[in-house]
């Protein structure tokens, strides 16, 4: 493990045990072949079948359990090997609301620089989410709660935690964010792939700054709902979805952390055996 590995390690990551670098891309894969089935569902111009919606939410619940098998066949998953650990309230809060604003001004600012007409690629768009009562609510879940619930278990969860004794976190940080942001073509308009791309690096600072996987989930169900405001009638009706999104996303993430073993009061990692660039923590 390199040092910056290392001392992000003891700075505040709570579990003691790395994944094996090279499932990272096997995880990737499963969800690769995940995703290109709901790509495959999904009518190109537009799709009003509220069990197509529904087959969207599974397929991201089973990309959760690509992690949670990619994770078993080294040793018994807890929570504590994905993150699913209690942090810090006020770094938390602190993260989470840094991550949104730069988010934020990103993505505003790459809509005027590179936007034009509505790009009919929109995920949201395609799913018709004024067609029906139903339809909206189905759609809200996959985008703000589905969606955040596994591409936070998948790319900071594992892959960015598999990858960072392998080359650092800087390393980590950037092929994370870089499979997370290509996982989204086709499905966003390129407009968008900036601040997709900062959000990927953004959430593994955060998962690194707090040594907990809930603040990422928190920001990214935050910022999934709050881009859907335009499918509600009123600001309020925004917010109180907002709201309801992010805590059902935690309330979620605490379930599997609650089946996979809670862990007990934070600890502190041991200092890592170094050994060519590898380590061995124990």
């Known amino acids: 493990m390199t040092r910056r590995a290392r001392s992000a390690a003891q700075r505040g990551w709570t579990a003691v045990r790395w994944w094996k670098p090279w499932t990272a891309w096997v995880a990737v894969a499963g969800g690769g072949a995940l995703l290109l089935v709901a790509r495959a569902l999904v009518r190109p111009g537009g799709d009003d079948r509220s069990w197509v919606v529904a087959a969207l939410i599974v397929l991201n619940l089973a990309t959760v359990g690509v992690v949670l098998v990619c994770a078993a066949v080294q040793r018994r998953p807890s929570a504590a090997d994905f993150g699913l650990v209690a942090t810090s309230v006020r770094r ?3 993260g989470v609301l840094a991550t949104a604003v730069a988010v934020l001004v990103v993505s505003i600012a790459a809509d005027i620089l590179l936007g034009g007409p509505e790009d009919p690629v929109d995920v949201t768009d395609r799913l018709a989410t004024d067609s029906s009562a139903l339809q909206g609510v189905l759609v809200v879940l996959l985008v703000a709660v589905a969606t955040p619930l596994a591409e936070e278990l998948l790319f900071r969860g594992y892959v ?11 390393v980590a940080a950037v092929l994370s964010a870089g499979v997370f ?7 966003s308009p390129s407009a968008a792939f900036p601040s997709i791309a900062l959000f990927g690096l953004l959430t593994c600072w955060l ?3 707090t040594g907990s996987l809930y603040p990422s989930l928190a920001v990214h169900a935050l910022l999934n709902s709050a881009s859907m405001a335009t499918a509600f009638d009123s600001a309020a009706a925004t917010s109180a979805a907002v709201v309801v999104c992010v805590a059902l996303t935690l309330a979620l993430a605490r379930l599997l952390a609650v089946a996979l073993g809670v862990p007990g009061p934070a600890r502190r990692p041991q200092p890592a055996k170094v050994v060519a660039n590898r380590s061995t923590i124990s």
């Open 181 to 187: 942001t290509l996982f989204h073509l086709d499905w």
């Open 160 to 170: 960015f935690r598999a990858l960072v004794p392998w080359r650092g976190p800087v």
């Open 92 to 94: 938390a809060v602190a």
């Open 207 to 209: 998962y690194l700054r």
